[in-house]
């Protein structure tokens, strides 16, 4: 039944006057929410900050993704915008930004410069020490044919790879500042020896060992759980430069872990230290039994951590008096 304008009008004006109790409830609820916002007074940059740190986080969620080094730089930008801080990151970040950027680009072509790829002498140690492959042991023990929360429990320490070395960085950058060198000279050292190694002495990882009959078959379980998680490889520039399959000995995982729980030792005692250990723990026992490292990795690559710890501090003194030396050179110059 069609109703007059006049009857319209009145039904309009009655649920004006019963809404109006809500709108001012609303309004209530809402006002003091927006004079806190105003009384923050984010600026145009801290607004682009929040959002674009925001949609990188939906974006890995919808898509994820390992995060490699350049993915995040572009997210840590957006993070330290929020607070105003993005050009201080980046003038700490940015050199060991550039390091890791260029180890890996190395380490993506030091198997093109030496092409005799080492098959026995991980294996041989492994199998002398244990009996048999570890990877064999943990994989008859674990691996059931599909992905279980004990797999993607081992993954989860791998994709920290570059996440703790940042966030370490970070983390000394504001609480120990004058020891935030210290920290990038050592992670740099563990990177050099890394490559020279990887240059000199080419290895081959058990799942590549498998896939070419030079051992009996393994379960690349990292790929599994990979694939299980719906992981991607976004584009990023570390996708093009970095590839190196033969790149085992020594684990750079387990010295950069060994190294992070080192420097937490060092520099927040042992009640943060002592949990900082289940890393590298984690990192040992998983990437064993996923198939991309034999134990002798695993020992030689905490031994390059290790050694890059101890040698830091002399290593650290060295470049800052080279440095400070430069420096007046180039002010008497200038004068």
Known sequence: MRQSP?????????????AQPFYSMTWVTIEPM???????????????????????????AIRPSFPTPDKL???????????????????????????????????????????HVNYSLAPSFDRWLFGDLPTKYLQDWWWSGRTRWHDVLLYTPYMFYFIAP???????????????????????????????????FPAAP????????????VTRVSSEVWASLGIKDFP???????????????????????????????????????????????????????????FFDIVTGAAYGIAAFLSAPWATRRLMSGYKLIMRKHESFKT
């Open 6 to 18: 006049v009857n319209i009008k009145l039904s309009a004006m009655l649920l004006l006057g019963h």
């Open 34 to 60: 927006l004079l806190k916002f105003k009384k923050l007074k984010i600026d145009g940059w801290q607004l682009i900050g929040i959002i674009g740190a925001l949609a990188g986080l939906g974006l890995f």
């Open 73 to 115: 730089i572009i997210f840590l930008i957006f993070v330290f915008m929020a607070w105003h801080q993005a050009r201080d990151m980046l003038r700490r970040l940015g050199p060991f930004l550039a390091i890791i950027l260029v180890y890996e680009s190395f380490r993506g072509w030091a198997h093109s410069l030496n092409d």
């Open 166 to 200: 940042f966030a370490l960085a970070i983390l000394i950058w504001k609480t120990r500042l004058g020891h935030y060198w210290q920290v990038i000279t050592a992670y740099s050292l563990l990177y050099l020896g890394a490559f020279m190694t990887y240059f000199a």
């Open 206 to 217: 058990p799942w590549l060992a498998a896939q070419d009959q030079v051992i009996e078959p």
């Open 236 to 294: 990023s520039v570390y996708n093009v430069i970095a590839a190196n399959p033969v790149a085992a000995v020594p684990s750079l995982h387990a010295g950069a872990s060994t190294l992070f729980c080192l420097l937490i030792f060092k520099f927040y005692g042992w009640r943060w230290g002592s949990l900082a250990a289940l890393y590298p723990l984690l990192i040992y026992i998983g990437t064993v039994y996923e198939g991309e490292h034999y």
